[in-house]
């Protein structure tokens, strides 16, 4: 079988060399248009006016558009219809698009975007979490509660209390290519959009309601992306949509991409959480009783705020079982980007907290923090099950195994004992050391989106071609996709063919998000294949007198009875006898439901787990910080393809750890996002690596029926960085006798920050 085997990515050969085709890669048809917005240079405020003469006057200037232009609906939000395509009479974010222009060449549009006048009348803008707070600024009526048990009563019966505090900032996704995309105008008004986007059948959706026609009037395409990592979920509609409005007004192709800056500037960042808690704890470290209150900064726009914050929700256990919990979430408009999707969507912020909290008790309590996670577990899978604080059974827990593992191949006890002694030579440069755990839950919880379809062809030679619904963004889903197809049918890997995902030939697609690119399409995909797997056996069967599941498909060869054929030959039977070669597969999620009004239900069909073992040293005199040593141990399941699998969760911890450490989001008191630009934006480079980095694979079956019982691999290593930032908790935590309080990002200055308080009396 091709599955399971560690195979490269299928366009690595034309990632080094420079050949795979991007969209801006694409050549343009002749007379193509270029396209770039006008932001608002206020924060929050009326739109009084534009003079736009010179803008309009500008070298190579078509056309420029505002609000009252545009033919049918001003609006690319994925969720509430409160995001227009250009503000129409006020402003609510420095770099919010507010007109068009429509250029004969790219910089030609963006340098006269420039050259607009805005007559903006500014009102107080809210910026913070405490601004938001004041102002009662929010996208729900109240906080959201989620609760288990009575974490009140046990609070005030606790041995032992703690309350403190966490600043969890936001991320920029930094995709190597940015938004962009290329719409073509067809017949009777129908659009063909070439867009980078995890997202097309929404992308299909936000464009027809912006030119007047029905969904299947517009075609997207997506071959592949540079990179997306939730960034792309929703925050390409806007491209789309101002590109089509303009194919329709000129009747020439259109194409917009946005600069470095602009991306930064104008689209969505991770959301940036508060999370402060009470706990209640006995002497062992057992937590008996939790309050956890989260603050979320959405931004201008709802966008994807409420799920996120919903799944922040749904990880502040993590791996715990917390018998007294209660959860409160607040919703927070501000002026800032509408923050968006981003990988591990609100699940980081939630499991990073309960890890702080975890942390904070093994401080008060002189324990080492992994001794603390493990009294708190979940039961065993085999033991007593027991269940999340939003009622799900946690049936497959592995995490006393999996962290009982790495401890001893990451040879922990020793090295935390080598830490200490070298804490105790050297007072200036300190170590630490932190062991991690990730439990991620896997399906979307907007339990309509856990479904997916596909498209294969066997054609009358043997080759196959086949089409699904999700998106290649770099991780490699279209190499594992080919590789169950291959596996179905018993053929070689390049008998596969998986062209560009497509609207026209997979409908109502779902986002490729939510870690469910494999499960749901790799389902999808065996569906089809099994499909007309079984036709041809059926056909064979009938020739040679013999039961169809006799047929065997192994190693390009088809035996059936005494009769051995090439597949290509039985390829050729089976069309020559007149049967379809061409079937559609689909697949939806078993076994979940959800309320999230409750905060009940199974919105997970099952939990992916991991844990990092990270080594950091920091400089007590200014706060520079290096990761040493990271130790992973990773639960994909039975993987599809360990090679990437591992190259996912490489990527996933040194993105985590970023977030946590390096990357730091910062405005002026006048709202303008000013690290907007790799100049100013630290995001990990090689030297951010660990020098030491040992990846492994955790060797185990998914329990659920899964696509050749793997498990999806995409965010729950993301997760694994929140060691890199506990283990600069660690070695702060040995320059003084308080608590470190350290916050993320943890940046040289931060880190500063917090020896100065370890150290305070």
Avoid at 114 to 132: M, N, S
Avoid at 506 to 517: C, E, I, L, Q
Wanted: overall charge negative; aromatic content about 6%.
């Amino acid at each position: 079988m091709s599955v399971a085997k560690p195979l490269p990515h299928d366009a690595a050969h034309l990632h080094v060399t420079g050949a795979a085709r991007y969209v801006d890669d694409i050549p343009t048809p002749a007379g193509t248009l270029h396209l770039a917005f006008g932001m608002s240079t206020a924060a929050c405020g009326t739109l009084n006016n534009m003079d736009l003469d010179a803008v309009r006057a500008a070298p190579g200037v078509v056309a420029v558009l505002t609000a009252p232009d545009l033919p049918f609906d001003n609006d690319v939000s994925p969720s509430a219809h409160d995001e227009p395509l250009l503000a129409t009479d006020a402003v609510h974010y420095v770099g919010q698009p507010v007109f068009l222009v429509i250029a004969e060449t790219h910089l030609q549009a963006r340098f006269a975007a420039r050259l607009g006048k805005i007559d903006i009348t500014e009102t107080k803008p809210v910026f913070t979490i405490e601004d938001a707070l004041a102002a009662n600024a929010r996208f729900e009526d109240g906080p959201r509660i989620y609760a288990q048990g009575d974490a009140a009563s046990a609070l005030d019966a606790a041995e032992n209390t703690l309350s403190g505090s966490l600043d969890i900032g936001g991320q920029e996704h930094f995709y190597l290519e940015g938004q962009a995309a290329l719409v073509q105008p067809g017949e009777n008004g129908d659009m063909h959009v070439i867009s980078s986007t995890q997202h097309p059948t929404e992308i299909q959706h936000k464009v027809a309601e912006a030119i007047g026609q029905p969904m299947h009037a517009v075609r997207v395409e997506t071959r592949r992306m540079g990179g997306g990592f939730g960034g792309k979920e929703s925050q390409g509609n806007a491209l789309a949509v101002a590109c089509a409005v303009a194919v329709r007004l000129t009747g020439q192709p259109c194409k917009m991409r946005y600069d470095r800056d602009d991306d930064m500037i104008i689209t969505g960042k991770r959301h940036d959480f508060r999370i402060d808690y009470d706990i209640g704890f006995d002497e062992e470290g057992h937590i008996t009783a939790l309050d956890v209150r989260q603050y979320t900064r959405c931004g201008w726009a709802l966008d994807l705020s409420l799920p996120v914050a919903d799944r922040a929700m749904l990880h502040a256990d993590n791996g715990y079982w917390l018998p007294n919990i209660r959860i409160e979430s607040h919703r927070l408009r501000t002026n800032t980007q509408s923050a968006t999707a981003f990988r591990g969507f609100g699940g980081p912020q939630g499991m990073l907290g309960m890890e702080r909290i975890v942390d904070h008790v093994a401080a008060e309590l002189g324990l080492d923090p992994l001794v603390v996670r493990q009294r708190n577990f979940y039961a065993s899978s085999g033991q007593e099950i027991q269940t999340t604080p939003y009622g799900q059974p946690v049936e497959d827990f592995i995490l006393d195994d999996l962290v009982a593992q790495l401890a001893k191949t990451s040879d922990y006890d020793a090295r935390r004992a080598a830490v200490a002694e070298w804490n105790a030579a050297n007072p200036v440069l300190k170590k630490g050391i932190a062991l991690t755990p990730v439990k991620f839950g896997i399906s979307f919880t907007l339990t309509h989106l856990n479904q997916a379809g596909a498209l294969v062809h066997v054609y009358s030679d043997g080759s196959i071609h086949l089409n699904h619904g999700g998106t290649e963004m770099g991780q490699g889903l279209f190499q594992k996709i080919a590789q169950v197809a291959a596996s179905r049918f018993g053929v070689a890997l390049d008998a596969i063919k998986i062209t560009a995902t497509d609207t026209a030939k997979v409908p109502n697609t779902s986002a490729t998000a939510a870690s469910s690119g494999s499960d749901l399409n790799g389902m999808a995909v065996k569906a089809a294949c099994d499909t007309l797997r079984d036709r041809m056996a059926e056909h064979l069967a009938q020739l040679h007198q013999c039961h169809p599941d006799a047929v065997v498909f192994a190693e390009g060869r088809v035996q059936a009875g005494e009769a051995d054929y090439s597949f290509a030959e039985v390829a050729a039977m089976a069309h020559q006898a007149r049967i379809s070669l061409s079937a559609t597969g689909f697949y939806k999620t078993p076994d979940i439901q959800w309320d999230r009004i409750k905060g009940h239900g199974r919105p997970f069909f099952y939990f992916a787990y991991g844990a990092a073992v990270t080594e950091v040293v920091v400089d007590t005199l200014t706060g520079e910080n290096r990761i040493l040593r990271a130790d992973v141990l990773h639960d994909a399941g039975a993987s599809l393809n360990p090679a990437l699998d591992i190259g996912q969760v490489e990527g996933g911890y040194v993105q985590g750890a970023g977030w946590l450490t390096t990357e730091e989001l910062v405005w002026d008191d006048a709202g303008r996002l000013r690290t907007h630009a790799p100049s100013t934006y630290k995001i990990p480079a090689c030297g951010d690596r660990p020098d030491i980095f040992n990846v492994s694979l955790w060797d185990g079956e998914n329990r659920a029926d899964t696509i050749y019982k793997s498990k999806a691999v995409g965010e729950p290593p993301l997760m694994l960085g929140i060691s890199a930032l506990l283990a600069l908790s660690d070695a702060v935590s040995a320059c003084g006798p308080n608590y470190p309080d350290l916050h993320a990002p943890a940046t040289a200055e931060s880190v500063l920050a917090s020896v100065h308080k370890a150290q305070d009396a």
